[in-house]
């Protein structure tokens, strides 16, 4: 069973950076596009970045140019580097294959941009 755990999450003032990390329990990521996702409280999860087996990326628009999604894959782990955080980037953000892969979705960290 794949297990995926996120950590780096905090509080943090605006236009701060954190470093988000996701580590799996198996050989998943270079077989998987992964993503990075965030859910805020009432809202829908998003997509936020995705990063392709061979290292392509993309980013949702609210995030581009600010997050920066990377991968070690003899570390099984990817990364989301958040620069210029805004208080709507507050959230519970996750790591899970792109397209669904029927992982089983992680706790999250949470995010939390101040003013």
């Known amino acids: 069973q794949v297990q995926l755990v996120e950590s780096g999450g905090g509080l943090v003032q605006a236009g701060g950076s954190l470093r988000l990390s996701c580590a799996a329990s198996?050989?998943?990521?270079?077989?998987?596009?992964m993503g990075w996702f965030r859910q805020a409280p009432g809202k829908q999860r998003e997509l936020v970045a995705l990063?392709?087996?061979?290292?392509?990326?993309n980013y949702a628009d609210s995030v581009k140019g600010r997050f920066t999604i990377s991968r070690d894959n003899a570390k099984n782990t990817v990364y989301l580097q958040m620069n210029s955080l805004k208080l709507e980037d507050t959230s519970v953000y996750y790591c899970?294959?792109?397209?669904?892969?029927?992982?089983?979705w992680g706790q999250g960290t949470q995010v939390t941009v101040s003013s």
């Open positions: 899970n294959a792109v397209p669904a892969r029927g992982f089983p």
């Open positions: 198996g050989s998943i990521f270079s077989i998987n596009a």
């Open positions: 990063i392709t087996t061979g290292g392509a990326t």
